[in-house]
């Protein structure tokens, strides 16, 4: 990391570290982001279905115990904020929480473990020209894609609770309930403002976590350039690691929030205005 820093410079080194592997299909994909957070969700799957069919009703063992610890956590969090059948929404809320933990957890690896691989096996003129960002959740693509996700899954949740009729007329009466003529006037008012509140669920999910997980990308490439001077070696070091600790909570804080919210808003899509 300090090496690279001191000779590109600071700005070239996050310049470089803040490029996508992007591949065309179509338009810029990246491919950095999808495979990456692919393969953490893939662990996730298979550590805890592999968990899930080892599980004994006897004493558990230390990874057993782990898993449950876990699965009670989130289980306990959705009965508190949502009143309804949990077997849909405590499944969801579970793979929200451990997939983006994992995503934001990739922040405290080395920034310049894909380079370093690169290099070891292909040499530095290769390293040199390559692009991997470790961080899914620091792509607004992917913390927009997870939000979308939600999104549908809210609207399932308003059908299926209010029917499609039902939820149709909530969109037309509701906020400003009137009646008569005053209820036609006020539709189109009503529409709108359902529209904006529906759509900035999913916008104010992905911005979130995206500026949070960016922001802190940023710190660490930051640091990066007082690692490439003997003289703030030191406290390059020490801030360094105290960012890295700070940053643990960051990791899980963003997950937690991410799940409450979704949980909070499949509970106020299933309630009628």
């Known amino acids: 990391m300090a090496t690279e ?26 491919l950095d982001s999808w495979l990456v957070s692919l393969l953490l969700g893939l662990v996730f ?20 115990a782990f898993v449950e610890i876990i699965v009670e956590f989130v289980d306990g969090q959705v009965k508190d904020t949502f009143h309804g059948d949990r077997r ?31 290099h070891t096996t292909a040499g530095a003129e290769t390293a040199h020209h390559t692009y991997w960002r470790l961080v899914p959740t620091a792509d607004l693509n992917t913390t927009l894609g997870i939000s979308v996700s939600v999104f549908f899954i809210l609207l399932g949740h308003a059908i299926s609770a209010k ?3 039902g939820f149709g ?13 005053a209820a036609i006037a006020l539709a189109p008012v009503n529409l709108f403002m359902n529209i904006v509140e529906w759509l900035v669920k999913p916008v104010s999910l992905a911005m979130r976590l ?26 390059g070091i020490i801030a360094n690691a105290a960012w890295a600790i700070f940053h ?26």
Do not use: C
Request: net charge neutral; no cysteine; glycine share 12%.
């Open 169 to 181: 007329k909530e969109l037309l009466t509701a906020p400003f309930h009137a009646h008569g003529p």
């Open 248 to 273: 643990i909570l960051i990791v899980l804080l963003q997950a937690f929030i991410f799940m409450i919210l979704t949980v909070v808003y499949i509970a106020g899509a299933r309630e009628g205005h």
């Open 163 to 165: 029917g499609g009729f």
């Open 88 to 118: 849909s929404v405590t499944p969801l809320a579970l793979t929200i929480f451990m997939w983006i933990v994992f995503m934001n957890a990739m922040d405290l690896l080395p920034l310049d473990l894909p380079g370093w691989l690169v």
């Open 45 to 64: 799957v298979i550590w805890f279905g592999l968990k899930a069919r080892k599980a004994t009703a006897g004493v558990p063992s230390k990874g057993q």
């Open 210 to 235: 995206f500026g949070n997980m960016y922001g802190g990308e940023l710190v660490f490439m930051l640091i990066a350039g007082m690692l490439a001077s003997s003289v703030t070696l030191v406290p």
């Open 5 to 30: 820093a001191a000779t590109g410079g600071l700005n070239e080194y996050i310049t470089h570290h803040l490029t996508h592997h992007v591949i065309s299909v179509g338009s810029g994909f990246n």
